[in-house]
C-alpha cells in the first residue's frame, strides 16, 4: 500500500503526470496560475483535469497533491480510468469527479481520522467512515456524495422491520441495511448521495397511520359480547397477510364500554376502520326472541376467573334488593337450599352451570346489560399474594459446675459397724455415696472427675471426688415457610409430624380365664410448623393479612414417657397491615435465664483456701431470642407468576447441582437426583382456547 503525500512542488505533478504517460498512458492536467506560482500549487486554485487511460494511483497521487490530503491505495486496486474537466474547476469538485471515476470502476475513498483511503466497495463497510444518526430525516453528515459513510434512522412510528425490504432495493449489492429491533431504528452503510435520498424515503414512511378514536353506539347486541367476536374477524383476517406486513404496531383496538353499550375503535387506517364498522353494522341486528315478554331472552355467560355457584348467589341478591343472609318470610320453613336456586325477581332469573362454570340469565335486554357489566367487573381476573414468612431462633446455653466430695471410713477391720466422715452433695455431678453403693454402675458427672479410692475391709469404696466442668451450647434455626394464595382467600402449610398421644386407657380381667385385656385410646396431633393466612389487596397498595402461625415440637427426653410426650409450643394470631414487598415483624420471644445451685458444710465452707473442699456449685444461663418476620408480595398477572416459579425453581435446581456427591471408584453411586431445565415454553403460559 502506497501512501500519496500533500503539498507537493509543481514538478512533482509533472512526475506524476509523466508517470502516467510511462505507465502506457497519457495524461496532462494544469493550474490556471502557473504563470503566477509556477513552483508551488496554492491552496482553494482551480484546476483542469485531462487524465485519459491513467493508472489509478498515479491519479490518486496526483489528487493528494492538489487537495492536500492523504491518500491510501490498497494493492488491490488496479486499473485505469479517465478524468478529463473541459474547464478549471475547485479542488472540491476535482475530488468529487475523481470519487465519482472511482465508484464507476468498483472503488470508492474512505475517510479515518483525517486519512482516505481507495479500497474496493465491497469492504468499504468495514473501513472505518462516518456515522450520523438522525431521527428519520435527510442526513446532516459532511461526507461527500460518492463516499460511503453510515447513517443510523430512528423511527417513530413504521416499524423498522417492514421498511428493510421495501429500502433493500435501493441500496448497492455491496452495502448493508438492517433493523434494530430494540430500539426501532435502521443502520444502513452506503453511498452518501444515496444516503440522503434514503432518508427522505425514510421521513415519507415513518408518519403515523393510526386513526382517531371512534365510538360506536349499538342499538340492539350488547357490546361486551359483540366486542370479542369481532376480533377474533379482524384477527383472523390480519393472520394472512405477507409476511412483511406481520407488523402489530397498529392493530386494530376494540374496547367495549358496558355502560353505555358502546364500543370505542381505533385502527391503523380509514380502510380498517370502515372494515370493523360494516361488520358491526351486520351484526348489530335485533333478536328474534322478544325482549318485552315476562321471560325475557336466555342468555349464557361464561366466567373466566369468578366461581358461578358463588356469583350467581350474589347476583340474585343484588336483583331482588335482599341480603342473603336475611330471615325466611313468616310461616315459611327456613331451608339450606333456598339459596341455591333460581331468583325470579324483577323478571330476572340467574342460574349457575357449576360443571361448564357459567351463568345462564333470563331477563330483558336492558335488565340484561346492567348484569353483564356487573358480572364484567366481578369477573376479573384476581390478584395474587406470595407471603413469605421467616421464623429465627438463636439459642445460647451455658454452664459451669465445680465441686470436691470426699467419704472416709472410721473404724478397724472387722468392726460390725463402721463409721464415715465426708462430704456428698447433688448440686454438682453424681452424689459420692451413690457412686460408692452403685459398686461402678453408677457414672461421674460430665467433666473432669479425679477421684481416690481407699480400701476397706478387702473392698475399695470411692473415697474422694472433685468434679470441673464447663459447658457452651449455641444454635441457629431459620425456617422461611412460604404461601401462594388468591386475594382474600384462606391458605394453610403444615410440616412436621404426626405425634399419637394417649387420651385414655382401660383395663378388663376376662373372667374365669384370667385374660387381661388393655385397652388405649390416642389422638394424633400435628408438631411442627402451621401457617394459616387470609391475604386482602387494598387499593393503596397495601395488604391486610390475617396470620396464625404455630411452632411446635416434643420435649427432648420425654418421647417415651408414660403419660405421653410433652411439646413446646410457639403461636402467634394477629391481623396486621403492610406494604407490598415490606417486611414486618409479627411478634417473638427474647428470654434470658439464670440459675445457680450451692452445696456447702457450714463454716468450713467459708475457710481461706480450704473452703472449696467442703461445696459444691453449679451455674447456668441459657438465652433464646425467638423473632416471626413476614413479608407479602402481590403478584397481579400470569408473567409475574411465571417469573417468580422459575427463580424458585432455577434455585431449587442450583441447591441440587450443588449437592452432587464426589465421585468415587469404589462406591457405584456418584451421582443424586436432578430437576430437568425449565424450557421456554414450560415457562410460557398455557394458550387456553376461548369458549364459544
Not at 472387722?414 to 448440686?427: E, K, P, Q, R
Amino acid at each position: 500500500m502506497k501512501i500519496c503525500t500533500p503539498n507537493l512542488p509543481l514538478r512533482a505533478i509533472y512526475l506524476a503526470a509523466a508517470y502516467a504517460l510511462l505507465a502506457g498512458s497519457t495524461g496532462l492536467f494544469s493550474i490556471n496560475s502557473w504563470a503566477q506560482t509556477p513552483a508551488i500549487q496554492k491552496p482553494g486554485e482551480p484546476v483542469t483535469l485531462n487524465f485519459s487511460n491513467a493508472e489509478i494511483e498515479a491519479v490518486a497521487r496526483t489528487m493528494a497533491s492538489i487537495t492536500g490530503v492523504n491518500v491510501v491505495v490498497d494493492p488491490r486496486v488496479k486499473g485505469t480510468l479517465n478524468l478529463v474537466t473541459e474547464k478549471p474547476v475547485s479542488q472540491t469538485v476535482a475530488m468529487n469527479q475523481f470519487l465519482a471515476a472511482l465508484r464507476l470502476q468498483g472503488y470508492t475513498m474512505v475517510e479515518s481520522a483525517g486519512l482516505y483511503k481507495v479500497v474496493p466497495e465491497a469492504d468499504a463497510k468495514l473501513q472505518s467512515g462516518g456515522v450520523t444518526v438522525s431521527e428519520g430525516g435527510p442526513s446532516s453528515g459532511g461526507a461527500a456524495g460518492n463516499q460511503i459513510a453510515t447513517q443510523i434512522f430512528k423511527l417513530n412510528f413504521e416499524s423498522a422491520n417492514n421498511l428493510v425490504p421495501i429500502l433493500r432495493p435501493l441500496i448497492s449489492p455491496n452495502n448493508t441495511i438492517n433493523a434494530n429491533p430494540g430500539n426501532n431504528s435502521l443502520v444502513i452503510t452506503d453511498y452518501s448521495d444515496n444516503l440522503r435520498r434514503i432518508a427522505k424515503i425514510i421521513a415519507s414512511l415513518d408518519v403515523s397511520n393510526a386513526t382517531e378514536v371512534e365510538v360506536i353506539t349499538l342499538k340492539h347486541a350488547i357490546a361486551v359480547d359483540l366486542a370479542p367476536l369481532v376480533l377474533r374477524l379482524i384477527d383472523s383476517s390480519a393472520a394472512g397477510a405477507p409476511a412483511g406486513q406481520a407488523d402489530t404496531s397498529f392493530k386494530t383496538t376494540l374496547m367495549a364500554e358496558p355502560r353505555a353499550n358502546t364500543l370505542i375503535l381505533r385502527a391503523a387506517n380509514p380502510a380498517r376502520v370502515a372494515l370493523v364498522k360494516s361488520l358491526i353494522e351486520k351484526l348489530d341486528q335485533p333478536s328474534n326472541q322478544g325482549s318485552n315478554g315476562a321471560a325475557g331472552n336466555i342468555y349464557v355467560v361464561y366466567l373466566k376467573n369468578a366461581d358461578a355457584t358463588k356469583l350467581a348467589a350474589t347476583l340474585r341478591a343484588a336483583i331482588s334488593g335482599e341480603v342473603r343472609t336475611a330471615a325466611a318470610p313468616s310461616g315459611a320453613p327456613a331451608t339450606a337450599g333456598a339459596a341455591a336456586g333460581p331468583a325470579a325477581t324483577s323478571g330476572g332469573q340467574v342460574q349457575a352451570d357449576a360443571a361448564t362454570n357459567s351463568l345462564i340469565i333470563t331477563a330483558p335486554e336492558p335488565q340484561y346489560r346492567q348484569l353483564r357489566a356487573v358480572i364484567d367487573k366481578l369477573d376479573a381476573r384476581r390478584a395474587q399474594v406470595l407471603v413469605e414468612s421467616l421464623i429465627v431462633e438463636v439459642n445460647t446455653d451455658k454452664a459451669a459446675e465445680f465441686g470436691i466430695q470426699w467419704q472416709g471410713a472410721l473404724g478397724n477391720a472387722g468392726d460390725g459397724v463402721i463409721g464415715l466422715m465426708g462430704t456428698n452433695f447433688g448440686a454438682a455431678g453424681k452424689n459420692i455415696i451413690n457412686l460408692a453403693t452403685g459398686g461402678g454402675a453408677v457414672a461421674p458427672g460430665k467433666g473432669l472427675n479425679l477421684g481416690a479410692a481407699q480400701r476397706t475391709n478387702g473392698v475399695y469404696v470411692l473415697g474422694f471426688l472433685a468434679n470441673f466442668m464447663e459447658s457452651n451450647g449455641s444454635g441457629n434455626v431459620l425456617s422461611t415457610p412460604n404461601l401462594l394464595t388468591l386475594d382474600n382467600e384462606e391458605a394453610k402449610i403444615v410440616i412436621g409430624e404426626n405425634v399419637p398421644f394417649v387420651t385414655g386407657q382401660f383395663t378388663s380381667t376376662g373372667g374365669a380365664s384370667g385374660t387381661v385385656n388393655p385397652f388405649q385410646t390416642i389422638e394424633r396431633k400435628d408438631v411442627g410448623l402451621t401457617l394459616k393466612v387470609r391475604p386482602q389487596i387494598n387499593e393503596n397498595g397495601t395488604v391486610k393479612l390475617v396470620i396464625y402461625q404455630e411452632t411446635s415440637a416434643v420435649k427432648v427426653g420425654t418421647e417415651l414417657a408414660a403419660n405421653g410426650p410433652t411439646t413446646n409450643k410457639r403461636s402467634i394470631e394477629s391481623t396486621v397491615l403492610v406494604d407490598d414487598g415490606a417486611i414486618v415483624v409479627l411478634g417473638g420471644l427474647l428470654e434470658d435465664k439464670y440459675s445457680g445451685n450451692q452445696d456447702k458444710v457450714p463454716g468450713m465452707s467459708d475457710l481461706p483456701f480450704f473452703g472449696s473442699l467442703f461445696k459444691s456449685e453449679a451455674r447456668s444461663r441459657n438465652k433464646t431470642n425467638l423473632m416471626v418476620f413476614l413479608r407479602p408480595l402481590v403478584v397481579r398477572d400470569a408473567a409475574a407468576a411465571d417469573r417468580l416459579s422459575t427463580d424458585r425453581y432455577e434455585s431449587m435446581r442450583s441447591g441440587l447441582n450443588n449437592a452432587q456427591p464426589l465421585n468415587n471408584s469404589v462406591l457405584p453411586i456418584n451421582e443424586s437426583p436432578l430437576l430437568p431445565a425449565l424450557k421456554a415454553p414450560l415457562a410460557a403460559p398455557l394458550a387456553i382456547p376461548a369458549k364459544p
